[in-house]
């Protein structure tokens, strides 16, 4: 069997984070875009970084990764404007300076810190789905 590789793990928390994200927001599993309000069931939303999340020391940073639909997301490329109006509304007002320095912070992480994520998004997720009535 061959042994699995950093971007293995990190695409596995990546999507189990996503999915945490969507659910932490939903009620009965429907959930709403923080940029432009539209409500529409998780599975069919997005789990947006206000700072991209080829920075990774905010790719798993909850203050820096919100519900957004797909329009704003990919088709208005994080919808920014309104993205940085619900930080500052949600945060305050220095949470975008904060952010800004925290993006230039060296990170790397190890398949065992990746593990160590997966284990903690997948417990999470579980009181989610029962919270929300949903299964994988």
Partial sequence: ???KNLSFYKKKC???YSRVIRLRYAKKGIAKCVTCGK?????KLQAGHYIPRNYLSLRFDDRNVH???VGCNMFKSGAMDEYARFM????GSEILDELA???NKKVKF???DYQEM???YSDELIGLEMKNGCTS
């Avoid at 500052?88 to 945060?91: D, I, R, S």
């Fill in 118 to 120: 997966i284990d903690k």
């Fill in 39 to 43: 409500k529409d069931h998780y599975k």
């Fill in 110 to 112: 190890s398949i065992f």
């Fill in 14 to 16: 990546d999507t189990l």
């Fill in 67 to 69: 519900v957004q639909c």
């Fill in 101 to 103: 320095v925290l993006k």
């Fill in 88 to 91: 500052v509304k949600t945060y």
């Fill in 1 to 3: 069997m061959k042994a």
